[in-house]
């Protein structure tokens, strides 16, 4: 994630004093929250799964997770492109290309 789009979510945050505010828990249940707010695009879409016509309405929910999750970074002192690329690498053991690669199932799923 860009150095400028992280502090622009922080300066934000900054410029209203509500760091005070933010602590892991309220922010986990934010992201929930939020996320909860995403999946809701898609209620009821029925064979549409891509709800084309919702875009603006998905774009709006996303960025409201990723902000929060922005946060809850900063909040624990934790850098969002490290911790990405650590579960990244942890994913890929886990899923291997030669054996999750077209496979959808869980990693304790996938044959030997």
Request: negative net charge; contains cysteine; glycine residues 4%.
């Amino acid at each position: 994630m860009k150095k400028e789009t992280i502090e622009q979510v922080l300066k934000f945050r900054d410029e209203r004093n509500w760091k005070q505010f933010h602590n892991p828990k309220d922010l986990a249940v934010s992201i929930c929250l939020e996320a909860a707010e995403l999946l809701e695009v898609f209620q009821w879409s029925a064979e549409d799964v891509w709800c084309e016509d919702k875009k603006d309405k998905i774009k709006e929910e996303l960025a409201d997770v990723l902000n929060y999750c922005i946060l809850m970074a900063d909040t624990c002192g934790l850098d969002m492109d490290e911790i990405i690329r650590e579960k990244v690498k942890k994913n890929g053991e886990k899923y291997p290309v030669d054996k999750a690669y077209g496979h959808k199932e869980k990693y304790t799923e996938l044959g030997e």
